[in-house]
């Protein structure tokens, strides 16, 4: 089953240095039919303003993924991490067992980025922190692992049974994806337009979520770059 959410679907939110859209309930949005699925609990769209961000605050018990679309994003935690990260890399933080972390824009132009929590694979993890490097380059007509338990170059590794791939295609290109049985896939049109197994269409910044369809073919109508997540 392919169930698609429209981008005008997400809850917005303008606070003037920030502009973002909650795929799920998330601050003073909260939906009790829209929290989860599976271990993904948080897709936030973001734009942050130059010299603006989140100040040090506390997290606990979640894996943080933060990949930026253009600009820079400057983290700092409690166990002493610090890192601008731009276009081309990944930053992912444990949260375990307790971690207080600030996100701020040090550029002077806007930061764009996807912030995507996840639920870990086992409570009381030690906090931690990484920033990795991909290729861009490596997205064209191929889907490009950026995030995973199973551990590579330049991918960061998560704490869950789960992968984020990223994907370029140029109009008319297709790929397909095949994974087991009773897994799960979420895919989000970060630019162009995308049909589903033939007849499901996402337009820009359009989500579906896909259950029971382990094979899925992806198809760009347009120039298009997406990311798709694969889910237990």
Known sequence: MIRIYPAASRYSAD????????????????????????????FNDDIIAPH???GAHPHREMEIVSVVLKGQLKHEDST?????????????????TGIIHSEV?????????????FAPDRPGLTPSYETTKYDPSRMAGA?????????????????QDMTIYLSELGA?????????????IYV?????????????KL?????????GTPRLSIRSEADSTFMLIDLP
């Open 15 to 42: 606070h003037g240095w920030l502009k973002s859209n909650f795929s799920f309930s998330f601050g003073d949005y909260y939906d009790p039919e829209n929290t989860r699925f599976g271990p993904l609990r948080v």
């Open 172 to 184: 008319g290109q297709s790929l397909e994806f095949v994974q087991p049985e009773g897994r799960r």
């Open 80 to 96: 002493g991490h610090s890192a601008v990260t731009t276009f081309g890399e990944v930053q992912r933080m444990s949260a375990g």
């Open 143 to 159: 889907l490009l692992p950026i995030v995973s338990n199973q551990s590579g170059e330049h991918i960061a590794h998560i704490h």
């Open 203 to 211: 337009a820009r910044r359009d989500a579906a979520r896909i259950e």
């Open 105 to 117: 824009n040090p550029g002077d132009e806007d930061v764009h980025l996807l912030q995507i929590w």
């Open 52 to 54: 603006r961000g989140f």
């Open 188 to 200: 989000f049109t970060i630019e162009g337009e995308l049909t589903l197994n033939g007849d499901a």
